[in-house]
Nanobody, 128 residues
Framework: QVQLVESGGGLMQAGGSLRLSCAAS????????MGWFRQAPGKEREFVAA????????YYADSVKGRFTISRDNAKNTVYLQMNSLKPEDTAVYYC?????????????????????WGQGTQVTVSS
């Protein structure tokens, strides 16, 4: 069983930066694929970023490419999402997700069903 706890959300003006953290339990964290998703009110949960192969491969939604960076510290069992140049449309609840299928998730790493473990979410609000 894996437990995920997100932190770092909050209120930020457009153009600002926030860093989200996701602390994971489990002894095999380095083999897990980790993802960040977000869900705005009235919308479906959407992919933001993913990292697999101990950080060797990263993937981003087109809407955040060049502004957001996903990284992981396997020694701390933590994955991060650095969010720069924030826009009001980035406002959402951000969820951390984990999959033990780190070796085989390619092709599904951008999909909600690709992950079996989810955090409780952290709110990010960007004002204009």
């Amino acid at each position: 069983q894996v437990q995920l706890v997100e932190s770092g959300g909050g209120l930020m003006q457009a153009g600002g930066s926030l860093r989200l953290s996701c602390a994971a339990s489990g002894r095999t964290f380095s083999s897990y694929a980790m993802g960040w998703f977000r869900q705005a009110p009235g919308k479906e949960r959407e992919f933001v970023a993913a990292i697999i192969w101990s950080g060797g491969s990263t993937y981003y939604a087109d809407s955040v490419k060049g502004r957001f960076t996903i990284s992981r510290d396997n020694a701390k069992n933590t994955v991060y999402l650095q969010m720069n140049s924030l826009k009001p449309e980035d406002t959402a609840v951000y969820y951390c997700a984990a999959s033990p299928d780190g070796a085989t998730i390619v092709g599904r790493q951008m999909l909600v069903p690709g992950y079996g473990y989810w955090g409780q979410g952290t709110q990010v609000t960007v004002s204009s």
